[in-house]
């Protein structure tokens, strides 16, 4: 993690134009081609729910804005993300939050998130992570999503992006999945969003 010198900062004059308002957060969501990593799921017994959690920290992790947070007024760049997600129990409607290190590889994340997961009986851990590294992420399976909001306290330093989708659909001979964001406009821009989606399809594209 290294701090920010705003002085220098090349983005000073939109986080001052965005940091005054008590609401500076903006939601979308667009649809993403994941049938690549939906195959290499199915042909090696993988959860295709925490095969996408490590793509997205993966797509994240190459764009410079994603890696920024406000902690206390001070910008700080963390070279690292950690995933954070919902899941349920089998036979249960109550939801638990497993957060560990995504490390470099899919299916090593995969195995370990499984691990974990079936593991944990605390409805939420932590680690020796910085809690402000982390990427909030949630699944709702039973339909295709098209919006979210998620809770939040109404902090406008809050900059921890919000991550979710749905079920998946059949178009055109792929499998396409509705990915929502929720992002706060101090830190991260349209022109940011993009080069994730880029960098996500790119990452899927060569599975």
């Not at 308002?21 to 049938?35: G, N, Q, R, W």
């Not at 992002?183 to 996500?200: I, M, T």
């Amino acid at each position: 993690m290294t701090v920010i010198d705003k002085g220098s900062w090349p983005r000073r004059a939109h986080y001052d134009f965005f940091a005054p308002m008590s609401h500076p957060f903006y939601a979308l969501t667009f649809p993403v081609d994941v049938t690549p990593l939906r195959a290499l799921c199915k042909e090696r017994g993988l959860s295709f729910y925490t095969a996408m959690v490590f793509a997205v920290i993966k797509a994240m992790e190459q764009v410079d804005a994603f890696l920024v947070r406000e902690r206390d007024g001070v910008l700080v760049r963390h070279d690292a993300l950690v995933p954070s997600f919902t899941d349920l129990k089998p036979d249960s409607d109550l939801f638990y939050i497993v957060t560990l290190e995504a490390g470099g590889d899919l299916e090593d994340f995969c195995r370990r998130a499984k691990a974990q997961a079936e593991a944990q009986t605390e409805f939420i851990t932590s680690g020796p992570w910085a809690p402000d590294s982390e990427v909030y992420f949630t699944c709702l399976p039973w339909f295709p999503l098209t919006a979210l909001t998620n809770e939040r306290d109404l902090d406008p330093a809050d900059s921890i992006p919000r991550v979710s989708w749905g079920r998946w659909e059949e178009r055109e001979g792929k499998t396409v999945l509705s990915l929502s964001l929720e992002l706060n406009h101090r830190l991260v821009d349209g022109v940011h969003v993009g080069r994730f989606y880029e960098a996500l399809t790119r990452f899927l594209s060569a599975l």
